[in-house]
């Protein structure tokens, strides 16, 4: 064999250690870049590297460090886990594992359990009879209908990937979004946990009713309603204190007795129908007592005659007869007729009566109402009647579908298995229950079917005295079967409570989502349990099956609106196996469940959707964000683009101009946002609405310093979110800050919704840090100008108010040029935000001496009445005065500081000082301090002149002013200003231009703090920047602006994009 096919064994001394944390890879690549190797070392480090990788992935080694095989990535999918645990005994031992379940065990035969229900046994027959045979199987078929059309929409979001358990929640909250998802399982939860207390009421109910009547300890019941709901409440109590005890401690005793409860179901439904079939001729065990059309209760059948002196003395008190007992016969009718009797033709229409009518045939009002204001032992309605509210009643026993679902980690195909066993689930129990209508309708006589408690024939329960053989079969078999459903519910609902709180979108459920030292979750089965105990206290079936239909309903209707939208969307990711399903049955099970829903009880409907809606504007007001992919931000997504498409025609018309802002947030060296207030600005000028996008821009290399660009925008979305600044934020690094928010202004943004405006902060250290500070501003400055964006500058923002403040005062706009508008609108937006919202609008503009400055203030408010804002409104008239010595010298100041800066060539520190040497006499000198410094529009005149003058200023530039012919005003200087003359002697004289822009300056700088010094907040137009790229003009540039903003603390300057944003049409 060749030397290189041979196999050797490693050296075990200078074999890598595998199993440490970090890979070989990782660590031998750390090695070569912090030590000096030789080559000897590297290659022996490249040899040991790749020692661990296959020989065929050679190509990628520098990858793996990073990205995992594809055989592990497959491994994690493979063996990957996130259900909630079932209910387990924390003492148990650790069971062997077991063989994943198939589709019967896993599936159908858990969804029989739950489907099947208390209202199969105590209710169905009587919303047979009262409904006739028709209307109840149209209101079974109903119900069916709502769960088919829902498992059909489950099976497609069950098999579209793996379904942890959580049953409705899990689907709707991943394909409808955290939002949803809360709403819906805080529902699907409150109708468990009702579930619950309507399956102990019912147990109770059978139990009094129809096992041990004597144990009632408030009286007879049959004679009074009240008493016997009061009984449900208390034995109700009792037997939840019992039930919550069992699952608290035995949680092992409840998965047990979930295998008694399915053999109680399945052997009481089985011996029905044989009792159906055995009773075809009918059952001469149960007979009525009728008087008339109307049935009696408590008559012993000896006693069921007119010439017996029991009902003689019952309806004859006094002496005197009661008419209807005087006008009709008495007599005894067979409860079980059979199917052979006919009797299914008397009960095809429906008999539905108000509350306190009388139980009779036909709907004859001499029969069914109430005339003489006593019951005499005749049967009444207990509560009023109609097709609709016997679908509320009848609901919950086609519930439970999600029973498959909730199991899916332990199904060995959980693909395959919940759409089969689901719907054979729901074809069974549809069966069943579709027939059942049919055959009680064909069985039982009319009055025994509409006898709800079975008072006509001694309290029996109707459905127990049809079966075979015994009466007790059904009683104990419906009896454990509800106690398993409400144990399994008790078990299962604060499991669920528990998923939601740990999902962490309501922040108040937090305490929730701790467990007990034994793994269970004891908090929420108190709260499950308080909850179920307000149920029972309702102390009727009939009130609770309604009420806990409404939060199902609203679940599986979230379930068809998930599965519509995914599909209608057609999503990437939308690639359900099963293949059944379309979006119009999906939308057909949607309307069916609100219809429903409206039908059943329009108040308990608005209950469960007012439910729904508040937590859903919780998630959405205080919920932690989650990504799940949802179905709403594919919507959002598809709407998106529609819109922008749309926006993309052609520019917005004036009306539509919104400030869609892009903040331009600077950084300190930690990677903050120097200035939070921009934020707090940015949310004040949008009120809380529109689209804001912040960028920063770091220094470096991208591919060196991503995790530091990470860190940033995780700090710069925190920022925004604690200042509420709705939109979007982003980090960009690049060799040069300037170039970064060049590209970022030109590139930033999508279609119609590119923002149109900038927020960027003043550089106030511009003197000290040299010409990067201030060249970085101006280049932007220039930038967003050549993008036709709008500019805001905000100076001295860190006395800018808080966004939870409210202030009062004035808001100065300053109007000297006019540029589409947006000095008018600004203030007007700041005034919808509470912050600014006290503030007046006062309204500055400048006249000349040319001016009619009475006409102007006339002009302009008819200009603010049109366009419907408030504000007051000066004309401030400037003469022509005369440049003062004070402009001159404050001119050569500058030209001196640039001259000397430019010739020697310092170094940033030496830089501050001589910057500071030579103009802190200046600034000690004025008259007030400088908090915020701005500048104004350079004067067209002087800018007329710019391209006369460039020989003259490059010498200047180059060996110092020239000698020009300039006003005399040495005689106009004060004591100050002399003084500052003999410290600074020098020979030549300030540019003309640089004297005329300073002179503009300091004339509208004087101008501006004598009218709005105490102002909350000055508003005026920023000057343009230079045309020629040369340092000096740029920092003259700055010069100005300092000088027009002094001594003034909060100024917004605002530069127009060049369009109108306002207009005074409609």
């Not at 009421?201 to 129809?210: C, R, S």
Request: hydrophobic share 40%; net charge neutral; charged share 20%.
């Amino acid at each position: 064999m060749p030397d290189r096919f041979q196999v050797t064994k490693a050296d075990e001394d200078t074999a890598l250690d595998y199993n440490q944390d970090e890979s070989a890879s990782g660590k031998l690549l750390g090695d070569i870049h912090d030590e000096t190797l030789d080559s000897g070392d590297i290659h022996r480090a490249e040899e040991n590297q790749k020692s661990s990788i296959d020989p065929n992935l050679y190509l990628y080694d520098d990858d793996l460090e990073t990205r995992p095989h594809i055989s592990t990535f497959i491994s994690s999918i493979a063996n990957y886990e996130n259900t909630i645990p079932a209910a387990t005994d924390p003492d148990a031992k650790p069971a062997a594992p077991s063989a994943r379940m198939g589709t019967l065990i896993g599936v159908f035969l858990p969804c029989i359990q739950n489907i099947f229900g208390v209202i199969l046994f105590i209710r169905l027959t009587w919303v047979v009879g009262t409904a006739g045979a028709v209307c109840g199987f149209l209101i079974v078929l109903t119900c069916c209908c709502v769960t088919m059309l829902t498992a059909i929409s489950m099976s497609a979001i069950a098999t579209n990937g793996v379904v942890p358990a959580g049953g409705s929640y899990f689907m709707i909250s991943r394909s409808l979004g955290p939002e949803f998802g809360g709403a819906v399982g805080m529902l699907f939860y409150t109708g468990t946990t009702l579930a619950a207390a309507m399956y102990i009421v019912g147990a109770v109910e059978i139990v009094l009713t129809y096992m041990a009547p004597w144990a009632s300890i408030f009286g007879d019941f049959t004679k009074d309603a009240d008493a016997m709901y009061n009984n449900f409440r208390v034995y109700g109590t009792l037997l939840l204190i019992f039930m919550g005890l069992i699952v608290f401690l035995g949680v092992k005793f409840v998965n047990k007795f979930a295998t008694v409860a399915l053999a109680c179901v399945i052997l009481s439904i089985i011996a029905v129908y044989v009792g159906i079939f055995d009773n075809i001729h009918g059952n001469e065990k149960l007979y009525m007592c009728v008087l008339g059309k109307r049935l009696l209760k408590d008559i012993p059948l000896e006693n069921c005659t007119k010439e017996d002196s029991f009902l003689r003395d019952l309806y004859c008190p006094d002496g005197k007869c009661e008419e209807y007992y005087l006008a009709n016969n008495v007599t005894k009718v067979k409860g079980i007729k059979g199917l052979a009797s006919g009797v299914f033709y008397d009960n095809i229409f429906p008999s539905f009566l108000e509350k306190g009518q009388f139980i009779s045939y036909g709907k004859s009002a001499i029969d069914i109402e109430n005339t003489s204001g006593e019951s005499y032992n005749q049967i009444m309605a207990d509560i009023t009647t109609s097709f609709t509210l016997l679908i509320g009643i009848f609901f919950p026993s086609v519930t439970g579908i999600m029973a498959g679902s909730n199991r899916s980690g332990d199904l060995a195909d959980a693909q395959k298995s919940i759409p089969i066993g689901t719907i054979c689930a729901i074809l069974t129990t549809s069966t069943v229950y579709l027939s059942s209508v049919m055959f009680f309708a064909g069985t039982v006589d009319n009055l025994l079917l509409r006898d709800k408690f079975g008072q006509s024939i001694g309290g029996k329960l109707v459905v127990a005295n049809i079966a075979w053989p015994n009466q007790w079969v059904i009683l104990i078999g419906s009896f454990l079967s509800t106690l398993g459903a409400g144990l399994q519910s008790l078990t299962g609902a604060p499991r669920l409570l528990q998923a939601i709180a740990r999902d962490e979108i309501i922040p108040f459920l937090a305490p929730f989502a701790k467990s007990s030292k034994r793994g269970e979750p004891t908090r929420a089965l108190l709260l499950t349990i308080v909850i179920c105990q307000c149920g029972i206290l309702l102390g009727n079936v009939d009130l609770l099956a309604p009420l806990l239909s409404m939060f199902f309903l609203m679940c599986y209707g979230f379930v068809n609106l998930a599965c519509a939208v995914q599909t209608l969307l057609r999503t990437p990711n939308w690639r359900p196996r099963f293949k059944f399903y379309h979006w119009s049955l999906s939308l057909i099970g949607l309307t069916l469940c609100i219809s429903v829903m409206i039908m059943t009880s329009w108040y308990f409907a608005l209950i469960a959707m007012g439910m729904a809606i508040i937590i859903y504007k919780y998630i959405e007001y205080r919920g932690a964000e989650k990504e799940w992919g949802d179905g709403i931000r594919g919507m959002a997504l598809t709407a998106a683009r529609y819109s922008l498409l749309r926006l993309e025609e052609g520019p917005p018309h004036t009306k539509n101009w919104r400030p869609q802002i892009l903040v331009l947030s600077k950084l300190n060296d930690n990677l903050l946002p120097k200035y939070r207030k921009i934020f707090s600005f940015a949310t004040q000028l949008k009120a809380g609405k529109g689209l804001t996008i912040c960028v920063s821009v770091i220094k470096g290399d991208h591919t060196k310093i991503t995790n530091k660009a990470v860190d940033a925008k995780a700090t710069l979305r925190k920022y925004m979110t604690d200042e509420k600044v709705k939109g979007f934020c982003d980090v960009l690094v690049a060799q040069q800050i300037g170039e970064g928010l060049s590209s970022v202004i030109q590139t930033i943004g999508l279609g119609g919704m590119k923002p149109n405006t900038v927020i960027i902060g003043w550089p106030y250290s511009w003197r000290q840090e040299g010409r990067n500070s201030w060249k970085t501003f101006i280049q932007t400055v220039r930038t967003v100008a050549a993008c036709h964006m709008a500019l805001m500058v905000p100076k001295g923002i860190n006395f800018y108010p808080e966004s939870n403040h409210k202030i009062g005062g004035n808001i100065d706009i300053w109007w000297i040029v006019h540029d589409g508008g947006l000095l008018m609108l600004l203030p007007f937006l700041l005034k919808q935000h509470r912050t600014w919202r006290n503030c007046k609008l006062r309204i500055f503009t400048v006249a000349q001496i040319e001016d009619n400055s009475i006409q102007m203030k006339k002009d302009l408010k008819t200009f603010l009445y049109h366009l419907r804002i408030e504000a007051d409104v000066e004309v401030v008239e400037m003469n022509n005065s005369d440049i003062s010595a004070y402009t001159y010298e404050r001119t050569l100041m500058m030209e001196q500081r640039n001259q000397m800066l430019r010739a020697l060539g310092l170094n940033k520190k030496e830089n501050s000082k001589v910057v500071q040497t030579i103009v802190d006499h200046h600034y000690d000198a004025t008259k007030t301090a400088s908090k915020v410094r701005f500048a104004d529009p350079t004067i067209e005149e002087t800018q007329h002149h710019d391209s006369q003058n460039d020989e003259k200023r490059n010498s200047i530039d180059l060996d110092g002013p020239e000698n020009a012919d300039t006003p005399e005003t040495t005689s106009n200087k004060d004591e100050s200003t002399e003084k500052a003359d003999g410290d600074f002697k020098s020979s030549v004289k300030p540019d003309e231009f640089n004297v005329r822009r300073m002179h503009t300056a300091i004339k509208l700088n004087e101008v501006i703090v004598e009218k709005s010094q105490d102002a909350q907040l000055v508003i005026m137009n920023l000057p343009g920047p230079p045309r020629e790229v040369r340092a000096e003009r740029e920092s003259n540039y700055m010069e100005f602006l300092e000088v027009l903003t002094e001594g003034l603390e909060k100024v917004l300057m605002v530069r127009g994009g060049g369009r109108e944003v306002i207009t005074i049409y409609s």
